[in-house]
């Protein structure tokens, strides 16, 4: 077994004009400072994986090298379009986030190879980003559903929608269908109004003791709705700031 917690290299956080580059060693305590200051909603999320001790070990690298279909940043990655490189002794290669997740506990890590960086692209002007977890408990408990939105609206109309799902799937997915739906439309609930349906053509989620299929898609549904209320709202806020 090898430890990668002392490799220096690892442990960097690079922050570029439009980019934050969080190395395969960084703890999530360690990030939180950068995720706060550029994805708000990301950083929130981050502070309710496991407990303190966890998140001062824990890493978001190794969040994303397991691979669990209900692994927290791993929509928030997609969302935002994120690239990890990987690295081995033979070099180094960059693959989208939400092509390395390939699936269920399943990545395209090759042997020898580890995760040297994350790469998170900073929101353009005019982007909303949110990340959300529904969960059994509020504090330290594994998600039902995660999801996380990266919206692009100018002028009021959708060019793109972002939406990325944990716990629906075998492993995070982007929602195509809702994506597409809303493509070219006002960003208003009447275009969400379908996405329940779209939602279950996207996804066949399994049912478990944190949720059933139909909570589920439910839940997923309501975050999205929620997402527009809160980005329509003339003062953004987050519902349970009310
Ligand atoms: C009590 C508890 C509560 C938890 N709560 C949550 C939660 O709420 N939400 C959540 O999403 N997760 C949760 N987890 C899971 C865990 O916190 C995350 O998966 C964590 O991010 C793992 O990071 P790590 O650095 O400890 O990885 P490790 O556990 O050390 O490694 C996990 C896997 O990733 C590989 N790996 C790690 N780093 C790299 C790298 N740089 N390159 C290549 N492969 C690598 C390892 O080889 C291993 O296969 C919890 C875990 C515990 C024990």
């Not at 900073?122 to 977890?133: E, H, I, S, V």
């Not at 002028?155 to 997915?173: D, I, M, P």
């Not at 996804?203 to 997402?227: K, N, S």
Request: net charge positive; aromatic share 6%; with cysteine.
């Amino acid at each position: 077994m090898i430890s990668l917690e002392a490799v220096d290299e690892l442990r960097r956080i690079t922050p570029a004009a439009d980019a934050i580059e969080i190395g395969g060693a960084v703890t999530y305590t360690d990030a939180l400072p950068y995720l706060d200051r550029h994805f708000p909603s990301f950083g929130a999320l981050v502070r309710r994986i496991g407990s303190r001790q966890i998140r001062n070990l824990g890493t978001i690298a190794g969040n994303l090298a397991t691979a669990s279909p209900i692994g927290d940043t791993i929509p928030c990655l997609i969302a935002l379009d994120a690239t990890v490189t990987l690295a081995s002794r033979s070099g180094q290669r960059m693959l989208p986030v939400e092509s390395f997740v390939t699936g269920y506990r399943e990545s395209g890590l090759a042997a020898g190879e580890v995760i040297a960086a994350i790469r998170i692209p900073l929101l353009a002007a005019g982007q909303d980003f949110a990340a959300y977890k529904v969960c059994k408990r509020f504090d330290q408990d594994i998600s039902t559903v995660v999801a996380a939105f990266r919206l692009e609206r100018p002028g009021g109309k959708v060019a793109e929608l972002r939406a990325a799902f944990g716990g629906l799937a075998a492993r995070a997915l982007r929602a195509r269908s809702v994506e597409g739906a809303v493509k070219g439309r006002p960003w208003a609930p009447a275009w969400l109004a379908d996405i329940d349906a779209l939602l279950a053509r996207d996804f066949t989620p399994i049912a478990d003791h944190r949720g059933g299929a139909a909570y589920r898609l439910r839940a997923a549904a309501g975050l999205l709705r929620r997402f527009q209320l809160e980005t329509s709202l003339a003062e953004p806020m987050r519902v349970e700031a009310l």
